[in-house]
């Protein structure tokens, strides 16, 4: 079997996952088990585990259809940083640095021995590292390249739940670190941002964290920190149009933005010590949905459709109009759909002794007008859950579609 | 094999990690893999990873001669929790938040799902969860307990490299928890500050994290944030005087304190940005060890003895006389040793721009007078390294020795 590195052919539009041997052998190979983790990616999007046997040996193409890190299933650890451009940096100073930043993911997906400056991550398989790359709407002023700039970067709306950090929030540039270990992760971490010095400053970054492969009796779907089961209703990539909604078209406007994607990005503190006074039937009746393992309240299991419309023996619906299932369901909300794959986080406490615990939400989506905004803005009007969460921080960056053998991410743009 | 929980036969001395099936079996059994994950332990005392195929089924018994999460395998993730009991909280309300503690660990660190309130850690397995206990110096005056505080307890000396944060240190009681999984580790923060409530209040806490179990190529001992192999000179498991370095005796006074054990405890930061421009020669030289696999300067591989005797053509010293291996060597401390089984930290970036991020050193003897205190007197005065890192944080905790079945933590002190 041969591995196309631009666009992948047989296996149709899935993301490569390769395992490499243990040795850390440098030229692209698929192994045995790379089909299986193929398609238990294409399976539900994110869900399934990397195997127990590859958790260091997963490699995750750096070149593709799309860049990795969206449809890769989700690692234990990743890191959020958004850089601004210094003072005087522009078009041609942004492009050095994607040059230097493409070589480096690349390098560092690969586990290759030469991008290994800080030594963090030597003996280390590449541990399904992922690096992705966006803009956001301030890069484009910036570079004087407002001509390209995509309409879909119009700033996200104002919602009354909002409590927003502007320190935390935007940024010129935004890079997505994912790895199933936590020192290669911290090791590309390092590299990106010495890799920005003259050119971009940190503006803010955001450390998290899920489960680790194998942790789980069953490959499930992940747990957020207030024990919900969370992206059960993720769309599938075996859904016909699951690519129409999660990506920009080939044929898509901006050209620079074909395959891409927009990430919306929103810190979302959980208010833990509220949630976890509730009883369980409390909390089930604000997701609509039972704890245990994540079925809806009208019955069957996991991946069965809640029934909306099931009323109670009192004539109430059994799944509350108000109920975080039925509020951000696709059904009600014209069929709107992202793909979440959101980090937990947890920074310690708070002066006021609360957790400083939550969720990074990471949605994708081909149009945030068409995925985030109108899910959103039903959940800020009536989401039984909003009571329990506060939006700290928010983003929305436009990611490029991966990039060609050769060719580095957003060359389209800065070349263009 | 039928397994002790208070002293283990047939094992001797080493603690019993069992793996329970995938189901979550809650009586106690020793699987197949147990002997070899014990063996492995005994090794090196730290280095060896959790089997692949255990990563979320390895259980670590409350139970035992010493308490868990001293000789257990460092684990992925760990958070550091330090309590001062509330005003009017005496011995009284102490003994019953350690027996409610302590049923809340044996509990969780068993997978018992009647002790799951937050649902978290549904669906995962024990993942080698520990969690540990200790005291510091000030909970004995305020328990009116001071004639059982042990004179290991007497303050660390004022070191001049020291640039403590009061807030960040010491502390009535002390929680350790490590687990393998993210998720099940935070179940149990949140639990053990859940029973806290209304005795003592959080005084601190620390996240720490390691390596993934199966992200190495081969079991190999853990790096730190600098890059370099950390842990090569830990005293082993096998040597004939490893528990009389590291646990008090039996017979040992105060008797409260038989088979405990004493932990420093200190927030390292690491100047990450002065070390990574080094070269890889420069870095090796202050630490006299090869980054790539831990060998002494001097040759061999990690486990050789460095030569601290040999002279380079020029007559110098191969291993500097300022080198970190050279300073902190056994061998020019008396013999004085301690078992350091650190988490690496990354709180993010701190407001000049340098990564918040460093070692959660902890070292585990039977006297910080000969272990702790001896060596970081020597490092204070003359290691290469202490250029390149801060301590911002200390404490010093007595941890009894591990429960017999049906007691709890502390209670030889508590009750006594």
Redesign the interface.
């Known amino acids: 079997m041969t591995q196309h590195d631009h666009e992948p052919q047989g296996v149709s539009r899935r993301r490569l996952v390769s395992t490499v041997g243990?040795?850390?052998a440098t030229g692209l190979a698929v192994g045995a088990t790379g089909g299986a983790v193929a398609q238990a990616v294409a399976r539900d999007g994110l869900a399934a585990p990397t195997p127990?046997?590859s958790?260091?040996?997963t490699r995750v193409a750096f070149h593709g259809k799309h860049q990795a890190g969206i449809v890769t299933p989700l690692q234990?650890?990743g890191h959020l940083i958004a850089f601004d451009l210094v003072p005087g940096a522009r078009r041609k100073q942004a492009a050095a640095l994607l040059k230097r930043w493409s070589r480096t993911a690349r390098e560092l997906m690969a586990n290759e021995s030469t991008a290994n400056?800080?030594?963090?991550s030597?003996?280390?398989?590449p541990?399904s590292l992922t690096i992705t790359f966006g803009f956001g709407r301030s890069f484009f002023s910036r570079t004087g390249l407002e001509k390209q700039r995509p309409n879909e970067l119009t700033p996200l709306p104002d919602f009354s739940g909002d409590a927003l950090d502007k320190d935390r929030s935007d940024g010129d540039l935004w890079v997505q670190i994912g790895s199933?270990?936590?020192?290669?992760a911290?090791?590309a971490l390092?590299e990106i941002q010495?890799q920005a010095a003259g050119t971009a400053?940190?503006r803010w970054?955001?450390?998290g964290?899920?489960?680790?492969?194998?942790?789980?009796?069953?490959p499930?779907t992940m747990?957020n920190?207030?024990?919900?089961v969370d992206g059960t209703n993720n769309p599938k990539r075996s859904e016909p149009n699951f690519d129409r909604r999660i990506f920009v078209p080939a044929s898509g406007s901006p050209a620079w933005m074909a395959n891409g994607s927009y990430a919306v990005v929103r810190r979302i503190r959980m208010l833990?010590d509220d949630w976890?006074k509730r009883t369980?039937n409390e909390q089930e009746r604000v997701i609509g949905r039972r704890?245990?393992d994540g079925s809806p309240l009208t019955g069957g299991n996991e991946d069965t459709e809640p029934d909306l419309e099931k009323r109670g023996p009192d004539g109430s619906p059994v799944i509350a109009a108000d109920a975080h299932a039925r509020v951000a369901a696709p059904e009600t909300n014209g069929g709107a759909a992202m793909l979440r794959r959101p980090f937990?986080y947890?920074?310690?406490?708070r002066d006021d002794?609360a957790?400083d615990?939550g969720l990074l939400f990471i949605a994708w989506q081909a149009d945030p007008q068409l995925g985030f905004v109108p899910v959103q803005r039903k959940l800020d009007r009536g989401d039984a859950l909003s009571r329990f969460i506060r939006h700290e921080a928010s983003g929305l960056f436009a990611v490029p579609g991966g990039p060609a053998k050769g060719e580095y991410v957003g060359e389209r743009l800065l070349e263009g």
Do not use: E, I
């Not at 400056?117 to 963090?120: A, D, L, R, S």
């Not at 964290?209 to 069953?218: E, K, Q, S, Y």
């Open positions: 243990a040795a850390g127990l046997t958790v260091g040996s234990a650890v400056p800080t030594g963090v030597l003996d280390a398989g541990s199933n270990d936590a020192l290669v911290f090791d390092r010495r400053r940190l970054q955001m450390n964290f899920t489960r680790t492969p194998g942790a789980t009796r069953r499930m747990r920190l207030m024990g919900q833990l976890d369980r704890k245990s937990s947890h920074d310690g406490f002794g957790p615990a």
